[in-house]
């Protein structure tokens, strides 16, 4: 019997594994960046990525700025490069790809040793192209992902950086060890609370097959995590089944981007389970009397369980659920694109490459799938 080919389902289904084993190993894989990070008193974090990694980080932005008591910026490579690179002596910067081959993440390592600072790299892969530019180079957890839709490497990201803000947040006394016990008990429910996730999406997918594989323009809206949420979820179905997908912070999505809805519009809305909750269900319901292509995870009553996802477990850190709720739209990417046969581009695209790319020829040995 053939063994059956790595998909981006597989690296989805792998996910709850991988997490188990990052928390288990915490202390040797948080070690490096946490005793890089005590050696000052750091006021400003700046995470450079681009893509997942940057929606990674913004799933795990409102962690760390509860647990450290500071500021996160997340800023893509080029906007580092060209206009926004004015760090001080008290900001703590530093690089993330998967891959290690983005051509863009490669220049700005370059850029923070031509502003004499370290160039600290993040990766899934240590020994890409990362390792010839970066001063110090991080393996943040991924494991094993060879599938251009990054699935598990989007979660582990955002798993590591919760992991350092917390052990970094104990160390410098920002939180007690009570405070400790508490976060690090429910973050060993997550693989748990993953696989519980996975299962219900399949149901919700079923139960909803229709109209999810009738997609035609979608919109992603949370608050807090919520909102890192819906900047990969937006990412995912625009690569994947190949339709406009966008991602708003929900305040910001009636600002001007809801005026263009019509019944045919799909939406989905993500619950903080926190201050911006009460809010993100209004603007659910505003956006639900346009069109009956509007879905939330919540476990409100307002949403009907026909549109809702419900999470069947409690929620006592809800700045932890990115690190379960991901799977909720990589699955949907995943089976739309499959239903539908849609993993082809459009011929035309091969032109696009011709002109630029994004990636060294390193990529191809790092994700030959």
Not at 208 to 230: D, E, H, P
Not at 255 to 266: A, I, K, S
Not at 323 to 342: G, S
Request: hydrophobic content about 40%; proline content about 4%.
């Amino acid at each position: 019997m053939n063994k059956k080919s790595p998909s981006m389902l597989s690296f989805i289904e792998d996910t709850p594994k991988q997490i188990h084993y990052n928390i288990e190993n915490l202390h040797v894989l948080t070690e490096q960046i946490i005793n890089f990070y005590l050696q000052k008193d750091y006021q400003t974090i700046w995470i450079i990525a681009s893509g997942s990694s940057a929606n990674g980080s913004q799933c795990a932005k409102p962690f760390l700025t509860k647990y450290l008591n500071c500021d996160v910026k997340i800023i893509s490579p080029n906007t580092f490069i060209y206009s926004e690179s004015n760090l001080k002596d008290n900001d703590f910067a530093f690089v993330v790809s998967q891959s290690g081959c983005s051509t863009n993440s490669i220049e700005a390592l370059k850029k923070l040793k031509e502003l004499g600072f370290p160039a600290i790299g993040l990766t899934g892969n240590i020994e890409s192209d990362f390792k010839e530019f970066a001063d110090m180079i991080i393996d943040y957890g991924v494991g094993i992902e060879t599938v251009g839709y990054v699935t598990k490497g989007v979660t582990t990201l955002a798993l590591f950086l919760i992991l350092f803000a917390l052990q970094a947040a104990i160390k410098k006394g920002y939180i007690s060890k009570e405070k400790y016990n508490e976060v690090f008990e429910e973050l060993t429910d997550i693989p748990s609370r993953h696989q519980t996730i996975q299962n219900h999406t399949w149901e919700f997918y079923h139960k909803n097959k229709a109209a999810l594989t009738s997609m035609n323009v979608c919109y992603c809206c949370g608050f807090i995590q919520g909102y890192g949420i819906a900047t990969e979820a937006a990412l995912k179905i625009g690569e994947t089944i190949q339709i406009p997908s966008f991602a708003y912070e929900a305040e910001e999505f009636i600002h001007g981007p809801h005026l263009q809805l019509t019944p045919y519009y799909t939406l989905f809305f993500i619950d903080d389970f926190s201050l911006g909750s009460d809010r993100l269900i209004q603007i659910y319901q505003a956006a639900h009397s346009v069109s009956d292509y509007v879905f939330a995870i919540t476990n409100n009553p307002i949403v009907d369980d026909q549109h809702a996802l419900r999470l069947p477990f409690e929620i006592k850190e809800p700045l932890l659920s990115p690190l379960y709720l991901l799977p909720f739209f990589q699955i949907i990417a995943y089976q739309v694109t499959t239903d539908l046969n849609k993993w082809n581009k459009h011929p035309m695209l091969a032109n696009f490459e011709k002109y630029v790319d994004s990636k060294t020829e390193t990529i191809k040995k790092v994700m030959p799938d």
